[in-house]
């Protein structure tokens, strides 16, 4: 890949980090995640910051604040515990409410069934446990 | 079960069926569902109207046009494409944007695949030619 | 592999057959399927009749109606509409009532949510028109 | 919601806690989850009250043995393992057997494939253990 | 974006459609998807073409052949059959044989079921059927 | 079943027991889930040496190596996370290398999410370093 190309990676790979610096406003997001992705699988690192947070969820159309409900929402239907619990953190530190979110995981119990939903449920206990314990407003 | 009974699944029934008058401003909603439902599983018809209208999507916490915003994308999420086509015509129908809707199902690349996401978009395809065809403004 | 092999694969192939013929006591069971199989797929198709029919689905330890009434819930459940179709038939071959068929398919609303209870009601509600068409008693 | 719709919601509630008591004759039926839902989102433990327990779990056309056996079979097929373990307890709480509940969920091999099937295995494994370790008869 | 990054995309989105005419050296891959993506959602038709073709399916490390196969037991596993059309279609395209891909739908069974499996060859025997009206070799 | 059938599953067992021989060349692959089913379920432990192992894994028409990178693959897709472990020391054992298991992974980040394949990613952290501690070669 060229020089260009390098440089303009490093464009979306820093609209990334200013989203991730975006969503760490309040208590820290985890960076296990990439932590493990620059260990075992480096091009998913680059990847997750360039495409995911530098594209995907730096695009215009939607309020940052909905976008982030979006992600509870979707990720308490599929189940996927772990990103979850981050993106709950993310839209808590970007001003979304605790019943918000709430909400937007407790509806899920009509579109994907109870235990799906309830798992969610307690994906957010340890989310706001974890805050609570760190002392933090919401 | 006693008269108070009933009367009550009635008031949560009437609640349905505001919920379903205001998701029908514009284009009608189809009922399709609602016609097998009451054939083959009168009782499915009821929980839709009274659990499912009347309850979860009549709560507070959330304002409506968030709500089917969510509903869009998780429904794009488990590939439910025939709930998914009624639920974009219920956001268009109480306000969203076309714009709000195709961010939240092609967001969903990120976190359930394109396959998946794109599968969503065609439906959008279909919603946005109907209405067009139907000379519905947005 | 060995003729004694070969002739055992027969024997479970027979049983398998058995099972498939005990099905099919009303409405013949659609065989679009094990026709695709053997055109595409023949060592599937006899997957299919030897392990499917004749291993798993001859077990003993559960009544034929119920091993029939959770291939019908978890058939539901996955959205595999094609098979649910065949089994619902079967089932009510087998002496299963449409009613416990129907709670079959609409008691799983609770466990994984209404669009994918109401996609196995619809899939019911053709299974069922086929049959008063057909003119069959159940 | 007025007094009378109140007083309905109770007789609702009260099925859904005699349900829970029929579920719970025998080793106690884990009331963590009610505990969580009731902390974090107390709507949703009214829900699977009155919804799930006193709606649509005591319904007639189904015994209640068959539909404890669909539940296994379908919280295998969709991987709910905590569910799972709780209708696993009540299906043999309310008189299934250990070999009907063993076939629900190894049957599902050929459904939703062995992964899935073999981690119910191992669910029922844990039942089984914690059962005989109580000295339960069943 | 500044003028670099556009340039940088482009870069990107030639080498999606350098990945595209080589998947396409036999019978044409439908293009309809791209279609509806440039008319209802144009960022996801680039982000096809950039990230999906031009970043993960061009890198390193497995030869094209088995990437390709790795898709079509993906997208059976998943049940995209649009997409698993089209990728079968892609894997004879650039040299899979039709046994080798038989075998990467047929052995899903076991990890996903057999229903889901079946639905796999049922798309197979579409795209074998198609071929030889077109009178591709394979 | 007859004598002769019996001997036959013995062939059938006999395969498997040999495809376990070949996938545990390197560090041995973990037999807790026979140990399950042995237990629990006697005769899934038999459907899986004889039908899984012994049946369709040893089937010709893919090559061992390829057969076990689609098992990778498709594992992580279905987010069957033991499994997934097991297969790719299967993988590593009969000559696939690391590069090729984390492409084969991390490709799925396409076709089922993000979160989805970042799950199999960290799986095979767990199995590297396992392998690493072991001072196994690849």
Same mark, same amino acid.
């Given at each position: ?89 993310? &839209?808590? =530190?970007?001003?979304?409410?605790? !019943? /918000?979110?709430?909400? $937007?995981?407790?509806? *899920?119990? %009509? ?5 799906? &939903?309830? =798992?969610?449920?307690?994906?957010? !206990? /340890?989310?706001?446990? $974890?805050?609570?314990? *760190?002392? %933090?407003?919401?």
């Amino acid at each position: 890949m060229s020089d260009n190309a390098d440089y303009v990676n490093e464009v979306r790979y820093q609209r990334g980090q200013a989203k991730i610096a975006e969503f760490s406003k309040g208590p820290s997001v985890t960076d296990s995640v990439m932590n493990t992705l620059n260990k075992v699988a480096p091009h998913m690192a680059r990847q997750a910051m360039e495409f995911v947070l530098g594209d995907v969820l730096s695009r215009p159309g939607l309020d940052p604040r909905t976008r982030e409900l979006l992600n509870v929402a979707v990720l308490t239907a599929i189940g996927a515990e772990l990103e979850l619990k981050l993106h709950a953190n993310v &839209a808590l =530190n970007i001003g979304c409410t605790r !019943e /918000q979110i709430v909400e $937007a995981v407790s509806q *899920q119990a %009509v579109y994907v069934g109870f235990p799906t &939903a309830i =798992n969610g449920i307690k994906v957010l !206990e /340890q989310v706001f446990d $974890a805050r609570d314990a *760190q002392g %933090v407003s919401n």
